[in-house]
């Protein structure tokens, strides 16, 4: 990647990718994170078991707190429940590395572990991959973020 990639966005990562929430029922995921990578970084956007709900750029800016809005809570459920779905064919991840321009990387915190699979965008947006359900829902987050007013 020829980006800067801020501090606080690999502080914001890593204790992302860390996140167990002890009340999580069994076989549940802990944790959706898909990220996309773009000419100018790449956007993260984490929904966690626990309501936690936002987008983090490798920038340093971010957008947290999106989980207390009724509409980006429901989505953010879906993606959850699509992630428990197809949770059980995703292989451990190798590595939580950044994805590449025009790359996704859809990772679910899972039973103690991290599930991930990665792609072209395009191919999860025109659902050419068996995971595009997930980015999909994931995309619904996305707008549900951008378009949240307080309540």
């Known amino acids: 990647m020829t980006h800067q990639v801020a501090p606080i966005y690999v502080k914001l990562r890593a204790k992302v990718f860390a996140f167990k929430d002890e009340k999580a029922p069994a076989g549940f995921p802990h944790g959706v994170i898909v990220e996309t990578g773009r000419a100018d ?27 207390k809005h009724v509409p980006t809570a429901r989505a953010a459920a879906f993606l959850g429940a699509t992630a428990k779905e197809f949770a059980p064919e995703m292989p451990a991840a190798s590595d939580t590395d950044l994805p590449s321009e025009g790359e996704v990387r859809i990772y679910v915190l899972i039973d103690g572990g991290v599930r991930a699979v990665r792609g072209k965008e395009a191919d999860f947006l025109e659902n050419r991959l068996p995971q595009s359900p997930i ?16 309540v």
């Open 41 to 67: 970084g790449v956007v993260t956007l984490l929904a966690l078991s626990d309501g936690a709900v936002g987008m983090i750029l490798s920038n340093g800016r971010s957008t947290l707190g999106a989980g």
């Open 135 to 150: 980015f999909l829902a994931a995309r619904n987050v996305m707008a549900a973020i951008s378009t949240s007013r307080p």
